[in-house]
């Protein structure tokens, strides 16, 4: 069974940063894409940050800079470090594992809330 543990979020002042982690079970973490998605209220799913199989990393315009992806093979945990966070940061992030071969095999997380408000 595949799981996908998001932690980390809560309430932040602008400027400030989170870590938000994404344990994965379940799935061979190397052949998966991982990635971080997030939802606003009213608004669309956006990809926030992904780290390829193979390495290579894109994240969003409005996030570069200032957010860094990373992956740690051994604890299979994705991470999201967040800095200079501003209040359209807030949001319900998600984590993301897509097989790099069968891309039907596509998994979420439940979500952690992001809140960037003095």
């Known amino acids: 069974q595949v799981q996908l543990v998001e932690s980390g979020g809560g309430l932040v002042q602008p400027g400030g940063s989170l870590r938000l982690s994404c344990a994965a079970s379940?799935?061979?973490?190397?052949?998966?894409?991982m990635g971080w998605y997030r939802q606003a209220p009213g608004k669309q799913r956006e990809l926030v940050a992904a780290?390829?199989?193979?390495?290579?990393?894109n994240y969003a315009d409005s996030v570069k800079g200032r957010f860094t992806i990373s992956r740690d093979n051994v604890k299979i945990t994705v991470y999201l470090q967040m800095n200079s966070l501003k209040p359209e940061d807030t949001a319900v992030y998600y984590c993301?594992?897509?097989?790099?071969?069968?891309?039907?095999?596509?998994?979420w997380g439940q979500g952690t809330q992001v809140t960037v408000s003095s």
């Open positions: 379940g799935i061979i973490f190397s052949r998966f894409h």
């Open positions: 993301n594992a897509r097989d790099a071969v069968s891309a039907q095999l596509n998994y």
């Open positions: 780290m390829f199989s193979n390495g290579i990393i």
